[in-house]
Structures are given as C-alpha cells and as structure tokens.
C-alpha cells in the first residue's frame, strides 16, 4: 500500500567514527592470496538439536532464528577453536539487490546475502551477555549466499516470514535444523578475530568464514526484502534491506585459511 516507502539506501545506523581502540572490526574484506594456510586447523565439529529451536523474530536489523542456549545441546567446536561454544540464534544480511548485500567479501567480491550462525564460549561463560564482551568470547560461522536454485531447506524459514514483517514481531518456531543450512563442505574456510558488525561491535569474535556459498532462490531472496525496520506503530515503514556493516581496515591481522 502506498504506506510503505519503496526501500532506499537506508543506513543501517550512523557508524561511530571511531570504536574505541577498534583495530580488530568486522566485517573485512578477505584477500584470498593474502590468506596464510594453517595445518594446525582442525575439521570444525557441529552437532545441533533442531528441537531446541524456539522463536524467529524481527529485531530491526535482521530476523533472528533463537535456540534454547541453557544446555550443551547446539555445540561447535574444533576449527580454530579452543573451547566447545553453543549456538544462541542465526541470522542474515542482505541487499536491496542481487547485487551486494553481504558484510564480508572475497577479493573485494560482493554476494546477495550472508548468514551468520552465532555462538558463545560455554567452557568459560555462562551467558551470551558475558562472552559478548570477552575475546575469546564468540565464534560466528560466516556463510555466502548466492542465487540460484531454491534451498529446500531455507523455504520453512521463509514461509514464516510474513507473519515476522514489523520490528519487534516475534512467532513460536519450532524443529529447524540450522544443519541444513550449512555448505556440503565446511571443512575450507577462512579464519581472523575481529568483532559484532552491529552495536556493540565488541572484538569478541573469532569469524569463521566458509569458502562454499549456499545457494538461495530470487524468489527466497525477495521475500527477505518484504520485512521492514519499522514498528507497526511507525507512520513511515522502510523495507529492511542493505542492513549490513562496510568493511573494515584489516590493521595488520592475519586471515588464516584450512585449505591451500
Ligand atoms: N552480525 S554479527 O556480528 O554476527 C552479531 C552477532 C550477535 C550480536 O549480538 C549483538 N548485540 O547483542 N550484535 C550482534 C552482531
Ligand atoms: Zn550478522
């Protein structure tokens, strides 16, 4: 309805000039040749319980997928990662067009659509909002999306979306398997600490980036692009879209990557 402005570059937030003492900010663009291969890396190790899926809801930047994050149920470890770390939520970044939307590049290469699977150290915290805080704190899985062919497995996802369209609508999700959404191989990938790419933007990250995209439909795409930013209340609604963070200056970090 003529209600809805058609979406703009809406930008997300005024970014901060400066965090401070930010010298590890994400996202950052990965310069593939740059990248230093490490045979320590192990295989990364994922076991999630899709029962333990509980709400998808609309948090004004994103969608956010929430896990029942009080046991050992949804664990990553292994990779570049010291400690066992749960999965709290996942959620996505995106474009107004097929043509960027993602927070990290590759040789300065743009995608769609990025997914971000989020965890917490549970070996040496106990709560999100401990760890969010500390360096070792986080482990976010990066993931590419492209378009392409319809993932099955998004389309649940998808289907729940316009009931989620304002800021702050919140509807009971249960069994989704964040599995599979996950690449055939995650065995290469590209590793660097850095930070949230939202407020706070706390350097508490160590980013796992998958070199394999995940392929998505236009359609699956356009739908993401139906939610708004705004509250039902709010007098002008903006689509959410472009609702991801530019890249940050690398400050001498070394991305390491599992694979030569
Ligand atoms: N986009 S991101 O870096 O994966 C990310 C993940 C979890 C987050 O929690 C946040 N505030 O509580 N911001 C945030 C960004
Ligand atoms: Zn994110």
């Given amino acids: ?12 937030w005024q970014e901060p000039l400066e965090v401070p003492g930010g010298d590890h900010q994400s996202p950052i663009d990965i310069a593939v040749k740059k990248a230093v291969f490490d045979s320590d890396l192990k295989p990364l190790e994922s076991s999630y319980d899709p029962q333990t899926c509980q709400q998808i809801w609309n948090n004004g930047y994103s969608f956010l997928v929430e896990y029942d994050d009080t046991t050992d149920k949804n664990i990553l470890k292994g990779g570049p990662l010291q400690d066992k770390y749960r999965l709290c939520q996942f959620h996505f970044h995106w474009g107004e067009s097929n043509d960027w939307g993602s927070e990290h590049t590759v040789d300065r290469r743009l995608f769609p659509a990025e997914l971000h ?24 899985i990066g993931i590419f999306l492209k378009v392409g062919k319809r993932h099955e497995g998004l389309q649940k996802l998808v289907d729940a979306l316009p009931a989620i369209r304002h800021k702050d609508s919140v509807v009971e999700f249960n069994r989704f398997d964040p599995a599979s959404l996950l690449p055939s191989n995650i065995d290469d990938y590209w590793t660097y600490h850095g930070s949230l790419t939202t407020p706070p933007l706390t350097e508490s990250v160590t980013w796992i980036v998958m070199k394999q995209h995940i392929e998505v439909s236009h359609d699956q795409l356009a739908v993401f692009r139906s939610l708004l930013f705004t509250s039902a209340e ?27």
């Fill in 117 to 140: 699977l989020v965890h917490w150290n549970s070996d040496r915290y106990t709560l999100f909002e401990e760890a969010v805080m500390e360096e070792n704190g986080l482990a976010v």
């Fill in 234 to 260: 709010e007098e002008v609604q903006k689509s959410m879209v472009n609702n991801f963070r530019v890249q940050q200056p690398l400050r001498g970090r070394t991305v390491r990557s599992s694979f030569t």
């Fill in 1 to 12: 309805s003529s209600k809805y402005v058609l979406s703009q570059m809406h930008p997300m």
